[in-house]
């Protein structure tokens, strides 16, 4: 099993900035591709930003220039710094983290998913 720790949610003014952490523990060998998705009330999940196990990471047209996503693979831990926040970046937060598993000797792995548990951000003054 692995377990998703998510903290850093909170009501913040527009224009100010939270920067929120995901840590992954458990049974996992490697970690693959980490992201981070939102969504507000009444809207479908979407995705805010991912960054591949490589340190390449890509974001939604609505966040670029303000949220920046990053990795410490040392302490399995995903972050999301946001600046310049709007009330429309309202929302639940949820990491999501794709673990792999070596389950032979030759080195074969497998991929499992798993999201974290949600963190709310309020943007409102």
């Known amino acids: 099993q692995v377990y998703l720790v998510e903290s850093g949610g909170g009501l913040v003014q527009p224009g100010g900035s939270l920067r929120l952490s995901c840590a992954a523990s458990g049974r996992f060998d490697r970690l693959n591709d980490m992201a981070w998705y939102r969504q507000a009330p009444g809207q479908e999940r979407e995705l805010v930003g991912i960054?591949?196990?490589?340190?390449?990471?890509n974001y939604a047209d609505s966040v670029k220039g303000r949220f920046t996503i990053s990795r410490d693979n040392h302490k399995s831990t995903i972050y999301l710094q946001m600046n310049s926040l709007k009330p429309e970046d309202t929302a639940v937060y949820y990491c999501y983290v794709e673990i792999l598993r070596v389950v032979n000797v030759e080195g074969a792995t497998i991929k499992r998913k798993y999201w974290g548990q949600g963190t709310l951000v309020t943007v409102s003054s």
């Open positions: 960054i591949s196990s490589g340190g390449n990471s």
